[in-house]
């Protein structure tokens, strides 16, 4: 082992995202969140899992659920954040930002104080849409009041979505509007069969082809400065149409077990979406446990290991596909990704791209 690895420090990211929650009031039928356990950290312990993790070099700290704005102690931890040197962010549907009274608009105030920056989960652009991806009919309009009043306060960061069936050919207008506003960034996610949706994968995951013809637009789209917000797809397979856009590095999106994500219990996660755990943060040594994350999921990194068509695609070295949506859909960690359409039989001389890595 080298120096490096054994550094307890060496490979922590920069960015840790935190399912604050499981608890959840609008009821998306595409969430990906894998729940494993229904305990949650109560404050104190939410702050000792923050707390270890500023002691290893994270800045950022971004809470996510289930609907992180229904914890009672939310604006307690963004603040606690601040005090330990970790950035907050907050990822939410409206929460109890939502709603006329005075404590909406306070609890606005309050994240403000504390020094957050909010990201709002929009999956449309029109009422219907909205309606057909949440349970909940109202949906669209908190959503809609969520964003005026985090714009108000000046604590609107930007969009997040999920490209699906019914939306993808929305998301164009979703980004329009974050450019007309002026947020920083829009990050949009490619459905994976886990949480409530392994169950409607079928009907909300869009078809290989739209999903190819959606990431070239977005693609172009960058290229041609469409919009003036950093535009991020979630996703290994939109590494194949990035090209010129030069401030993606291209390198692969997929690092599964280099990412530190945390379950509402305090278990590690290799990614948002594996069903993978790797030990509870609040029992074990951090580093213990990330280094036990890095060392047991290097197979999974590896592009050696792929099978079938990715495993000779010459787009291996900075895609290599979604391992969690390859297990979930074929049982095999290394198959190829169902969601990726490319053919490299029919459109690559057979070769290696070794020089990326």
Excluded at 54 to 83: A, H, M, Q, T
Aim: charged share 30%; with cysteine.
């Amino acid at each position: 082992m080298s120096k490096n690895r054994r550094d307890p420090r060496f490979g922590f990211p920069r960015i840790v995202l935190w399912y604050a929650t499981e608890k959840c009031d609008v009821g998306c039928k595409h969430c990906c969140y894998p729940p494993k356990n229904t305990k949650e950290l109560n404050t104190d312990e939410a702050k000792v899992l923050i707390s270890k993790l500023s002691k290893v070099g994270v800045k950022y700290f971004v809470f996510v659920g289930g609907e992180p704005l229904l914890r009672d102690d939310i604006i307690e931890l963004c603040k606690f954040c601040s005090e330990v040197g970790l950035k907050p962010y907050v990822v939410t549907k409206g929460g109890k930002l939502v709603g006329r009274g005075e404590k909406s608009e306070e609890l606005a105030k309050e994240l403000r104080r504390a020094g957050v920056k909010v990201t709002v989960a929009i999956d449309g652009i029109t009422h219907s849409t909205i309606d057909a991806i949440c349970e909940a009919p109202e949906v669209y309009e908190r959503v809609m009041e969520a964003l005026n009043r985090c714009l108000k306060y000046d604590i609107l960061q930007g969009f997040v979505t999920a490209a699906l069936k019914p939306n993808i050919k929305e998301i164009p207008q979703v980004l329009d509007l974050a450019s007309s506003l002026g947020l920083e960034r829009t990050v949009i996610f490619g459905i994976r069969p886990t949480g409530r949706a392994k169950t409607t994968f079928n009907a909300f995951a869009p078809t290989p082809k739209e999903f190819e013809d959606f990431m070239k637009e977005v693609a172009q789209g960058v290229r041609s400065r469409r919009w003036r917000q950093s535009v991020f797809i979630y996703d290994p397979l939109f590494m194949r149409f990035v090209g010129d856009v030069l401030w993606y590095e291209r390198t692969r999106v997929c690092m599964i077990g280099r990412y530190l994500d945390i379950d509402s219990s305090g278990n590690a996660m290799p990614c948002l979406f594996a069903p993978l755990r790797f030990g509870n943060i609040l029992e074990e040594s951090l580093s213990d446990i990330h280094l036990k994350m890095v060392e047991e999921t290097n197979k999974l990194r590896d592009p050696e290991n792929l099978k079938g068509k990715c495993r000779v695609c010459k787009y291996k070295y900075i895609c290599g596909g979604c391992r969690v949506r390859a297990f979930e859909l074929t049982g095999d960690w290394h198959a190829p990704d169902p969601l990726c359409s490319y053919n490299p039989y029919e459109n690559d001389e057979v070769e290696q791209y070794s020089d990326r890595i």
